[in-house]
């Protein structure tokens, strides 16, 4: 498949008008939990698609669902991704594959409150990014994996979380 991502990007100047218009840059992206009909499972509206979240075996859920925990590191593997994808192709690196795999690992016993030195969240997460790219140099790869572990999203959020507000009403 041939894709040519400058060509793509070029009949809008991202970067230029980001530069001349800083505060186009700037995005806001939603996402909305609605109910379900049962306690243990409900829709996320993302504007595109809605997906249907379901609580984890672990603490009750049916098991037929993406689990919360599941769609985190969903994000952060599809973020990691398609990083790698672009990165990779605007510095001409041609790669035969790029594949992303992420685990974390949860103790249950912090959600459920029975520990309270339990977490409640991810107490660690492993990723694995796996490029063959024979033709790069090793200086091209260590560039690449910089350049995605810098400017992947995902994986730049978790490791610099902003603050979060939230709001009951």
């Not at 504007?47 to 993406?66: C, L, M, N, S």
Request: with cysteine.
């Amino acid at each position: 498949m041939s894709f040519n991502l400058r060509e793509r990007q070029r009949p809008r100047p991202l970067k230029t008008l980001y530069r001349e218009q800083p505060d186009a840059a700037v995005v806001t992206i939603t996402a909305r939990g609605s109910q379900a009909g049962v306690p243990i499972s409900c829709h996320v509206d993302l504007g595109r698609a809605i997906y249907e979240a379901q609580a984890h075996p672990g603490v009750g859920g049916a098991g037929t669902g993406a689990c919360s925990g599941d769609l985190l590191l969903g994000a952060l593997a599809a973020c990691a991704q398609l990083t790698a994808q672009m990165v990779a192709e605007a510095m001409g690196i041609r790669a035969e594959k790029i594949e992303v795999a992420v685990e974390g690992d949860l103790d249950l016993k912090g959600t459920l409150g029975i520990d309270p030195s339990a977490p409640v969240g991810f107490k660690a997460i492993r990723s694995r990014i796996e490029v063959v790219a024979p033709d790069a140099t090793p200086e091209q790869l260590a560039s690449l994996r910089e350049k995605v572990e810098k400017y992947c999203v995902v994986l730049s959020t978790l490791r610099n979380p902003p603050p979060i507000e939230t709001r009951w009403v």
